[in-house]
């Protein structure tokens, strides 16, 4: 690792080290939004394993009744609630709700869809710590039981019947985030 990958990380994982220790003058105001160790999905939080570590922040908005589609983090990824109301659903059915000023541990390779059911956009600050050349968020689809005629509504990147069964293959090495770009090619969020 380099010192240009590795200032700038560890500002990012002291801020709030410095903000409580009192680092910073009196009129300076911290609030700690957030303080966990598990993600939105309840998975221990992980930091991955690379030579090429890479630190990103976007923004992104998503319009009144417009929705993320199916989607997986194969990276850490970390959000602020900017404005409006989202919806994750993950694959499952389970769903979290996010307002304005909420902070975000996004699930990492979960199956998750972000939906905006309000009348204002959501916008969304996120910072991923992730790899050289593997994307922040690729596109997944998710299986759901049962035949669209039970009165399911049919959405995009939904499967309604289950995968072909392939025939059993050897055992491979579990994958991490570093070669999971080797699966997808279409990142949806860089």
């Known amino acids: 690792m380099n010192s240009r990958t ?24 911290t609030k700690e939004i957030l303080k966990a160790t598990t993600t939105a999905a309840g998975q221990p939080i992980v930091y991955p394993r690379t030579d090429q570590p890479q630190v990103t922040a976007s923004t992104v908005e998503i319009p009144s009744g417009g929705e993320t589609g199916w989607h997986t983090h194969p990276v850490p990824l970390y959000a602020w609630v900017v404005a409006g109301t989202l919806t994750v659903e993950f694959e499952g059915g389970s769903r979290v709700e996010y307002r304005e000023g ?5 699930a990492v390779n979960t199956p998750q869809n972000g939906r905006n059911s309000g009348s204002t956009p959501v916008k969304l600050l996120i910072f991923s710590t992730g790899a050289v050349d593997v994307p922040n968020a690729v596109k997944t689809l998710v299986y759901e039981p049962g035949p669209a005629s039970q009165g399911r509504q049919e959405r995009q990147g939904v499967r309604q019947n289950p995968p072909e069964q392939k025939p059993a293959a050897p055992a491979e090495k579990k994958e991490d985030s570093t070669t999971i770009k080797l699966r997808y090619k279409e990142p949806i969020i860089e």
């Open 6 to 29: 590795i200032i700038p990380v560890l500002c990012l994982c002291c801020w709030s080290v410095l903000a409580h220790a009192g680092e910073y003058r009196a009129e300076v105001k």
């Open 102 to 106: 909420d902070a975000i541990i996004e």
